[in-house]
């Protein structure tokens, strides 16, 4: 599968109805959205498994690579196009060892520069910084500033992911600043036709 880290990156809502997770996420990647991470914090074992199977059916369908988030054990069993992992999870390079060479592996890199540098020298993927605004999904993150885009693009070869917090409004100020990719959970998951919310992100990099 072709992919690349760019564009509307979608981020699972915790949601244990299978059924409607599967169709928001079905009008999401109709409205353009270029990757899909699931993420579920408070899922049963079954039922985490329940549902990364159906998205991954979805997403391989739409030719649209789908991470694990943290679960490293479940992208393996099923096949997943690869991990999205944090500061606390499986070191990267150990993850890259299980993986193998063709997944994707992202890495939280938080307001920490220096762990943006350490993820590509383990071999990531690409990085993610955030919060960038405050988040209803991750209240006490740090706060990751638009400069820390600007500097990674200037010093750093990997696709840069902005998350938290991010809405139609604050986007822009991302983009300009260098994020390759906006992960949005929120403000795609409440807006009231998923996929037109997907359209209007995806005009939002069009114009930069």
């Known amino acids: 599968m072709s992919y690349s880290i760019k564009g509307l990156y979608l981020v699972t809502a915790d949601n244990d109805d299978t059924d409607l997770l599967c169709l928001q996420v079905r009008q999401a990647l109709q409205g353009g959205v270029s990757i899909v991470q699931y993420r579920h914090k408070t899922a049963s074992e ?7 199977a159906a998205l991954l059916n979805i997403c391989r369908q739409a030719n649209t690579p789908l991470l694990i988030n943290d679960h490293v054990g479940l992208a393996m069993a099923l096949d997943a ?9 499986q070191v990267i390079t150990e993850t890259r060892t299980q993986l193998g060479a063709d ?34 999904t991750k209240p006490n993150a740090p706060r990751a500033t638009a400069s820390l885009f600007t ?32 992960a949005v959970i929120t403000d ?17 990099f069009a114009k930069n």
């Not at 079954?46 to 990364?52: F, I, K, M, V």
């Not at 890495?107 to 960038?132: H, K, P, T, V």
């Not at 200037?154 to 917090?165: A, K």
């Open 46 to 52: 079954t039922l985490r498994l329940e549902q990364a």
């Open 81 to 89: 196009d690869g991990v999205h992992v944090g500061q606390h999870d």
């Open 103 to 136: 997944k994707i592996i992202g890495a939280s890199c938080y307001n920490r520069f220096e762990l943006a540098e350490q993820a590509q020298n383990a071999g990531a993927d690409y990085i993610a910084f955030g919060a960038c605004y405050p988040s209803s």
């Open 151 to 182: 500097q990674a693009k200037q010093s750093l070869s990997l696709p840069v992911v902005g998350i938290g917090g991010i809405t139609l409004e604050n986007a822009s100020t991302l983009i300009e600043a260098g994020a390759d990719a906006l």
């Open 188 to 204: 795609i998951f409440q807006a009231k036709d998923i996929s037109v919310r997907c359209k209007q992100y995806q005009q939002l």
